[in-house]
T-cell receptor
């Protein structure tokens, strides 16, 4: 059991559906992240929040919409996705923003998304 | 530009020692992280190096040479449970701050 919990673990959705991924961290961290992990590719940063303010949008298509109501919760709202969006979506948190010394990311187990 | 390179796959024998290399190119440097990821699970933090030299933590050690843009993860007394993907990552400075950028990972298979 990690300190970062993601739901659901698996999600299958059609291209016209709207769904949301949820992440909750119980570590008292200030920064939260969404990463995308596709087969044979490096982990790809999508969004960064620090003290619930978005600090990074890594050129992510608008069909992915993040929401961070507080420092403990992070959502990723999905709509009109494409089959190539099928991947493992990982949430992570860190005490401080990456780059501020030894502040490692703590990852959740991810949501395995399949777009049909 | 920025680039992180590590071998795609490695195979080693139980009880042996294996070294996983990582080279990186960044315009600045704010440390290097190693993560372990078992299939279907979250990546977990292994080590952080910011100064040159070797950091030892039980069976796992990590080495850094900033002048060479090079790091390695050393795993001793290999166990079957060490079969996993090992990810090298460095913070890369962007317009929004630093973002932790990962290599593609090295898939390690430990055999009997």
């Amino acid at each position: 059991e990690t300190g970062v919990t993601q739901t659901p673990r698996h999600l299958v959705m059609g291209m016209t559906n709207k769904k949301s991924l949820k992440c909750e961290q119980h570590l008292g961290h200030n920064a939260m992240y969404w990463y995308k992990q596709s087969a044979k590719k490096p982990l790809e940063l999508m969004f960064v929040y620090n003290f619930k303010e978005q600090t990074e949008n890594n050129s992510v298509p608008s069909r992915f919409s993040p929401e961070c109501p507080n420092s403990s919760h992070l959502f990723l709202h999905l709509h009109t996705l494409q089959p190539e969006d099928s991947a493992l979506y990982l949430c992570a948190s860190s005490q401080d923003l990456v780059g501020a010394g030894n502040s490692p990311l703590h990852f959740g187990n991810g949501t395995r998304l399949t777009v049909t | 530009g920025q680039n992180i390179d590590q071998p795609t796959e490695m195979t080693a024998t139980e009880g042996a020692i294996v070294q996983i290399n990582c080279t990186y190119q960044t315009s600045g440097f704010n440390g290097l992280f190693w993560y372990q990821q078992h299939a279907g699970e979250a990546p977990t933090f292994l080590s952080y190096n910011v100064l040159d030299g070797l950091e030892e933590k039980g069976r796992f050690s990590s080495f850094l040479s900033r002048s060479k843009g090079y790091s390695y993860l050393l795993l001793k007394e290999l166990q079957m449970k060490d079969s996993a993907s090992y990810l090298c990552a460095v913070p890369i400075l962007t317009g929004g701050g630093n973002k932790l950028t990962f290599g593609t990972g090295t898939q390690l298979k430990v055999e009997l």
